[in-house]
């Protein structure tokens, strides 16, 4: 069953990149993003609502302050990994924690005193003292910065063309912190807490701080849009299994293994689309793939997908 009736032109087949001169391509990068406009602008119309999905940010939303929805939505980026069901419960947990008032209670954390509360909160690897380590991070950031969007912007180069080298600076910055009162004396290479500050110059695709940056950058029906200092048309898809899948049905990349390349070249595929706003497309896509209704890899191939005949499904590797 079809879940929408959309019969755009078909996509050049030739793909993303092939060694036929900088005009030709040129020409088929312009007339692939043509053909994607309208089917995506029809996708993203039909997801941008505010309860259109079953998605982490309706936690945040809940929230009106600026820096609650700072604190909240990092921790609930944070958490975003595993079963759907699995990561509401895991950030449900630490928002009941946190209370009504959750930057407040950063600024006022005391390890000593609230730890108990928040060490026995587990989700997949990570473990309660590795949220420690994160609410420390949090709460030096506002108590230095005053919020979380400062302490990026100091780190930030706004004439860069996306902000991979300014979430490193931030990442960097972020795990400089002392977390003593996480970890005590015990020195690790690789803390859990890392996980939740990837590096973009490392090849991280950096899924939940791009996640999180879509959140805070964006306004929409769904997202925030809080942040004043970032420009929507430097934000970097978050990268996810879903968005991959659609991703390469869509030929928006040329790449079959995830890291910040991918990212950066579906991006760049849908900033010809959306100069000013290329990661729009994420949620719907992203939950496009969720519903299965992508094809990419599976026998059904395009029947219930609303992007049909934009897309290029594959069944065993092969494009057909």
Known sequence: MRLWSIHPRQLDAKGL????????????EGSRASALRMPLESLYRAFDLADSATDPIQIVRRYHAPDDREVVGFCAAALAFG????VLQSIESLVAVMGPHPATFVR???????????????HR?????????????????????????????????????DIGPSLSVFSTRALQTNLREAYGSRTSVRPGVSYFFP???????????????????????????????????????????????????LRLTRYS???WKMAAE???????????????YDFSLCHLGMMNACGFGKAQRDRQC????TCKPTVGGHVR
């Open 306 to 309: 609303p992007l049909r005949g």
């Open 17 to 28: 990149v092939t060694g036929q001169g900088e005009a030709a391509r040129t020409r088929r």
């Open 199 to 249: 590096l973009p110059s490392a090849g991280s695709a950096c899924k939940r701080l791009n996640l999180f940056m879509r959140w805070m950058v964006r306004r929409d029906a769904v997202d925030l849009g809080i942040w004043t200092k970032v420009s929507p048309s430097r934000l970097i898809v978050p990268l996810d299994t879903h968005v991959i899948r659609v991703g390469r049905c």
């Open 83 to 86: 079963r759907v069901a699995s």
């Open 108 to 122: 006022r954390f005391t390890p000593a005193r609230d730890s108990v509360r928040i060490e026995p909160l587990v």
């Open 125 to 161: 690897w990570i473990r309660g003292r590795d949220l420690v380590a994160l609410l420390l991070i949090l709460q030096r950031m506002l108590r230095e910065s005053g919020s979380v969007e400062n302490f990026f912007a100091e780190g930030d180069d706004p004439s860069t063309p």
């Open 266 to 280: 579906i991006t760049a595929s849908l900033r010809a689309i959306d100069p000013e706003d290329p990661v729009r």
């Open 257 to 259: 293994s995830p890291g």
